[in-house]
């Protein structure tokens, strides 16, 4: 990847920042050749603060770290696509986006795993997902086969509520296994689509 630092007077190129999830884009930053050496160096995504005059790593302050997941460059190779994890609200207002969108994917069940991550870490009085993930990965695991034999039940009858609401149950508490175990969705979903392509 070779950038062109010298197409803009003050030796800076635009950095649009894009959450690697949920694809909303997070921030536009500017970067020179320092800026760009040690966002790959430490992980974290580090821009030129025109305000400052000096480099500034997103968070440094706040602990709302962009943990870096890709670079790329454009077709004219004077603007960055930065593709991060954002460690909380990425905007200096508090909002998850410089654009004052919420940062979830239009993928409810990818948002969903979100609150999960964000819940496990509350207090276990408070939160039914931190009570159940304090008492093991296999109380986790013995929940979701519970919750399958009462979706399996509930397929006899013709109760549509009762059913879709098992339902429901049950791809929760998957949801919270896989979490468990360290793995998201999107995990089993590229497994289905190499399966598919066979």
Not at 43 to 57: A, D, E, I, P
Not at 60 to 66: A, H, R
Not at 74 to 83: A, G, P, R, S, V
Not at 149 to 170: G, H, M, Q, R, Y
Request: contains cysteine.
């Amino acid at each position: 990847m070779k950038i062109d630092f010298t197409k803009y007077a003050d030796g800076l190129v635009p950095a649009i920042v894009q959450d690697f999830d949920t694809e909303k884009v997070l921030m536009l930053g500017f970067m020179n050749e320092a800026a760009l050496q040690k966002t790959e160096e430490i992980g974290r995504v580090t821009f030129f603060s025109r305000s400052k005059q000096r480099l500034w790593t997103k968070g440094e302050e706040s602990g709302n770290f962009l943990e870096l997941k890709s670079l790329a460059i454009d077709c004219d190779n004077d603007t960055l696509l930065i593709k991060a994890h954002p460690k909380g609200p990425v905007c200096h207002t508090g909002a998850d986006t410089c654009w004052m969108e919420k940062n979830h994917s239009s993928n409810f069940l990818n948002y969903l795993e979100d609150i999960i991550d964000l819940r496990k870490k509350a207090s276990p009085e408070e939160s039914y997902v931190a009570k159940l993930f304090s008492k093991g990965i296999n109380k986790v695991a013995q929940k979701v086969g519970e919750e399958a034999v009462e979706l399996v039940i509930e397929a006899k009858d013709d109760n549509e509520s009762l059913f879709l609401n098992e339902a429901a149950d049950l791809m929760f508490h998957y949801l919270l296994l896989l979490n468990a175990k360290g793995y998201k969705l999107n995990h089993v979903v590229e497994i289905l689509k190499s399966r598919h392509s066979k």
